[in-house]
């Protein structure tokens, strides 16, 4: 078969080059809007992706992973006596004040375990020993601290909620969704930072289960021992934490909203450049048909000129998209591009250029095969 | 006989007018015969020759092309007709700029149902025979007008259509340069035992006829 569709397309350079910076910039638009969406939403459940628990029980009612409510921190030997969990222990959560040496105050997140190195949490420790934590007043600070409050060494002291604590290691990625640094110290040593009200007391209570046990049988024996508390699978607590913010913030209406403009850009610059040239080719089209060429034939044309504007421009608007990951990075911001969003957007790309392309088919259709007689 | 056109009457709507072009033409036209239809301007010349060529339809009238029955109401059905049976020359050439001269003959034959290898032999085929040998791979923007009309007269053979229509062939054309097509047109319409059918305001034409035709008004006078 001859490729008069691709033939045409690349005859006219300068409008193929239009079109497909026109589907590059939707693309690229697209994947930084739902890159940057995923990058946040990876914030609001970071913590709870990393650590090796199967089950997390929360407060009656928390809505999400940063915004805990105590309860008595005895209930975790009712979910170690689970058949199947293999260990549970508590968990607090808490924002807490840290003082600058330049006398300001700013907030950290704090995760308070008594056994973190069970929990293969944090995730990313670039300096120090996790064991250490259990020896005293000492505390893990996230890297990201050091863009927020300034620059700090492990070894340094600082004051968290009026005590002083040694910073005794550091980590890499851990951030909570509003970017606040998390840091990480002992259980007891948080409960009595935190004062009176704690003593006792958890946010959570996470449990790991025996190899081959089954999740969904612990998890409705330990709601039922426990009635006054939520209990999700890691799974749920995630997805909960994270539409959390979707719902209440309106970013994932924003980002929606982004999206469907940057699509809609696309759409029109693509319809546009082939429709008019589709008016430009008329002759050509009038031609086809008066040597038996149908509707379809033409159409065939316009879709394959339509998803190969499509591949072209989708091509050359990912490359940006990547290239912008470190840069975003450098600016704390984390950009998402999974291989699942790079499929769906690779297809929604199709599926709208050949959108745009059916813009011009009822003009096809009216094209008289007679006007090839005219001058 | 090849084609059978019997009392084809022809009227437009301009407005509330009703336009008469052709008033009851009556011709045949046998394989290997090629015959001229002249005319002044405006006499129905395109309009017969869009209707043999089953692109418009005849207010009333008979078109019998090998036998068939053409039944003009339906679109599909004289595309298909168009495809198996006839092939067009256009004043104005009407190649495809983006395609070289093998690839528009290839394009047309695809279109015909020929495929592949058989399309690309046939198109080499014809473009040998008017003389193109030379020019296979040049796009129509590089070849001179009488070229161009070589090309679209290869694209109305290839593939075997046993009728082949031309509009005013040689309009665009030098005096020498159309004299030079038209032979070479009559002698493969002859040697491929095609029907042609030239409409025309050129008295060279004349010449590579086997008959005259003159339409005055709508009918064959
Ligand atoms: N689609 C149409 N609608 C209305 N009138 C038409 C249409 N097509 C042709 N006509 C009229 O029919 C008449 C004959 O037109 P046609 O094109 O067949 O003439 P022609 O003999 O080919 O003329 P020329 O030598 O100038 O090409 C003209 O008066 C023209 O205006
Ligand atoms: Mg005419």
């Known amino acids: ?375 | 006989m090849l084609l059978e056109a019997t009392d084809i009457h022809k009227t437009f709507q301009e407005g509330r007018e009703t336009v008469h072009v052709l008033n009851g033409v009556t011709l045949s036209l046998a394989r290997g015969e090629i015959v001229s239809l002249e005319g002044p301007s405006g006499s129905g010349k395109t309009t017969l020759l869009s209707i043999i060529g089953c692109i418009l339809t005849p207010t009333s009238g008979r078109v019998v092309i090998e036998q068939h029955g053409v039944n003009a109401q339906h679109q599909g059905e004289l595309a298909r007709v168009r495809r198996q049976y006839i092939g067009f020359v256009f004043q104005q050439f009407n190649l495809f700029p983006a395609l070289t001269a093998l690839e528009n003959i290839e394009y047309a034959l695809n279109i015909k149902g020929v495929k592949g290898v058989a399309a690309q032999r046939e198109a080499e085929r014809v473009l040998v025979a008017v003389g193109l040998a030379e020019r296979l791979h040049f796009l129509p923007r590089d070849l001179s007008g009488g070229q161009k009309q070589r090309v679209a007269v290869a694209r109305a053979l290839a593939g075997n259509s046993p009728l082949i229509l031309a509009d005013e062939p040689t309009a665009n054309l030098d005096s020498v340069t159309g004299g030079q097509v038209l032979e070479m047109f009559r002698a493969l319409a002859k040697q491929e035992n095609r029907g042609l059918l030239i409409v025309t305001h050129d008295p060279k034409v004349r010449a590579v006829a086997d008959r005259v035709l003159k339409i005055e008004d709508g009918r064959l006078i």
């Open chain 1, 1 to 375: 078969m001859v490729d008069l569709a691709r033939k045409n397309l690349l005859h006219d350079k300068l409008r193929f080059v239009i079109t497909v910076s026109g589907v590059a910039f939707a693309v690229t638009l697209i994947f930084v809007q739902i890159g940057l969406f995923g990058g946040l939403l990876d914030n609001a459940s970071v913590t709870i992706d990393h650590l090796d628990a199967d089950i997390w029980v929360t407060s009656s009612k928390t809505p999400n992973i940063d915004f805990a409510h105590l309860f008595p921190e005895t209930s975790v030997q009712r979910v170690r006596s689970v058949p199947g969990v293999a260990r549970a222990d508590n968990l607090i959560v808490s924002f807490m004040f840290i003082s600058l040496p330049n006398g300001a105050r700013e907030n950290i997140e704090v995760y308070a375990l008594e056994d973190f190195s069970r929990w293969h949490f944090p995730w990313n420790v670039v300096q120090g020993n996790l064991d250490d934590l259990r020896r005293g007043r000492y505390f893990f600070l996230d890297e990201s601290a050091a863009r927020r409050f300034g620059p700090f060494a492990v070894g340094e002291y600082r004051e968290v909620l009026d005590y002083r604590l040694k910073i005794i290691g550091t980590t890499r990625e851990a951030l909570s969704f509003t970017t606040t640094p998390i840091g990480f110290m002992d259980y007891r040593i948080a409960q009595t930072l935190l004062g009176r009200e704690w003593v006792g007391r958890t946010t959570y209570i996470v449990a790991k289960l025996a190899p081959g046990a089954d999740v969904a049988a612990a998890k409705a024996e330990i709601q039922r021992r426990l009635p006054h508390n939520d209990v999700y699978t890691t799974a749920e607590w995630s997805r909960q934490s994270r539409s959390y913010w979707v719902e209440s913030t309106g970013i994932g209406f924003n980002m929606f909203m982004t999206v469907l403009l940057g699509g809609l850009v696309g759409i029109v610059i693509v319809a546009q450049t082939l429709y008019t040239s589709t008016m430009e080719h008329i002759k050509e089209f009038g031609t086809v048909k008066a040597i038996g060429g149908s509707n379809a034939d033409i159409y065939k044309i316009l879709a394959e000129q339509a998803v190969i504007s499509a591949v072209v421009g989708y091509a050359l608007g990912l490359i940006p998209a990547f290239a912008l990951v470190p840069a975003m990075a450098k600016g704390g911001l984390k950009l998402v591009i999974t291989p699942e969003l790079m499929l769906v957007v690779f297809v929604g790309t199709v599926a709208m250029c050949l959108l745009a392309a059916m813009v011009s088919f009822r003009k096809v259709a009216t094209i008289d095969p007679a006007l090839v007689f005219r001058g």
